[in-house]
């Protein structure tokens, strides 16, 4: 196999471009495209714990604490007790981020359409399927 033609390869590449290309993006508003990733966790499930955004994104515990640390110092999110495990915090989103909440999402969607303006509606749906399947599909 040809290092051009592993899917490993082609999809951490794609990744890496449009981590740094959406992070230009978000960069006047003290966000990351991975910051922006918790946000709309938090936007989509309300109030969760470290580990339960954790689950969601695939990523592990220490890197959300970074994540969440950085959130926390530009008045995103805070940090609570949970009410049930003293060892646990829930991570709510602060009265600035649910102001910022349809600017963010704007920035998200005009991204994604410039990732997307060469592409059909249909290619894209093709794609996203088989990106959840292979994700599936590993073990």
Known sequence: MK????IYFLSAR???KLKKDFDKKLEPFGLTASCWCVLMVLFENGSLTQKEIADILFVETPTITK???NLSKR???VRTPHANDRRAFTIQLTKKALSMKNKILTIGDNFMC???SNISDSDMNSVKTLLKSIFETQS
């Open 14 to 16: 794609l990744s890496r």
């Open 75 to 77: 008045g995103f999110v």
């Open 3 to 6: 290092l051009k033609d592993c």
């Open 114 to 116: 410039s990732v997307k």
């Open 67 to 69: 994540m969440l640390d």
